[in-house]
């Protein structure tokens, strides 16, 4: 299957979604897992470009896919990303009642080495964006350190949580020792270092800016617009 570009690629999806969405869908299971990752990746190019209303096509496809076991590897397993991904779109969703049953629901398919880290960080994420920090930072504290992309993950929901609470001195520190740990680490790419350096970056900026200064607030929102690898960009430009 042959991806185009601009309107036509909105049309192929348009087009695949309606097949994969059907009742019956008359495909062996392999070829209709593979047009469903086909699906996911054009949603995920589309959600990084700034296109919002792909977040609900998306969230279509995950609800899809769950119950057909086209998200699971060898038919047994939920990776930890794909638990991650799914709760993260339907937050940004704001489905929180799915989120909870989700999470708890499909906590037995994760693979057991990463099970308990990944529940708590994504229970933690999921009382963050309710706004019930008082529950996240405790959650946090049992994350498990053994896998980089949830210690990282798990401490730029810690800095995020320490800016709604206020607590700007435990921000800065941690802001220090992430980069620290940035450096240390060897396991990320250029892009994937260069997306956690400048939410730190960002987020210190933020945490110093004095009260009422309106050009300086205009000024950090236009670099935070035009910066292409950031994490947690609409959250940043959430507080500006």
Not at 156 to 170: G, H, N, Q, S
Not at 195 to 200: D, E, G
Request: charged share 20%; proline share 3%; net charge neutral.
């Amino acid at each position: 299957m042959q991806q185009s570009s601009g309107t036509d690629s909105d049309t192929w999806f348009e087009q695949l979604t309606e097949l994969l969405l059907r009742p019956q869908l008359d495909l062996p299971f392999d070829e209709a897992q593979e047009i469903y990752f086909f699906g996911l990746n054009y949603c995920a190019v589309q959600i990084n470009k700034g296109r919002d209303a792909y977040l609900q096509q998306i969230f279509a496809l995950y609800q899809t896919g769950l119950p057909k076991q086209w998200l699971l590897d060898d038919g047994t397993t939920l990776s930890v990303f794909n638990y991650k991904n799914i709760t993260t779109v339907a937050l940004r969703l704001q489905q929180y009642d799915f989120v909870h049953r989700f999470l708890h629901e499909n906590k037995a398919l994760l693979p057991a080495a990463q099970r308990e880290s990944a529940f708590t960080y994504n229970i933690a994420n999921y009382h963050f964006y309710r706004r019930e920090y008082d529950q996240v930072l405790p959650l946090l504290q049992q994350v498990s350190h053994d896998e980089i992309f949830y210690t990282l993950d798990a401490r730029l929901l810690l800095l995020k949580t320490y800016y709604e609470l206020d607590e700007t001195e435990a921000l800065l520190s941690l802001v220090d020792s992430t980069r620290q740990l940035l450096q240390r680490t060897k396991q990320l790419n250029r892009e994937r270092q260069k997306t956690y350096r400048n939410f730190l970056k960002f987020v210190r900026k933020l945490s110093n800016l004095p009260p009422k200064a309106t050009q300086k607030m205009i000024a950090l929102r236009q670099q935070i617009a035009q910066t292409t690898h950031l994490a947690d960009k609409k959250w940043l430009l959430s507080h500006l």
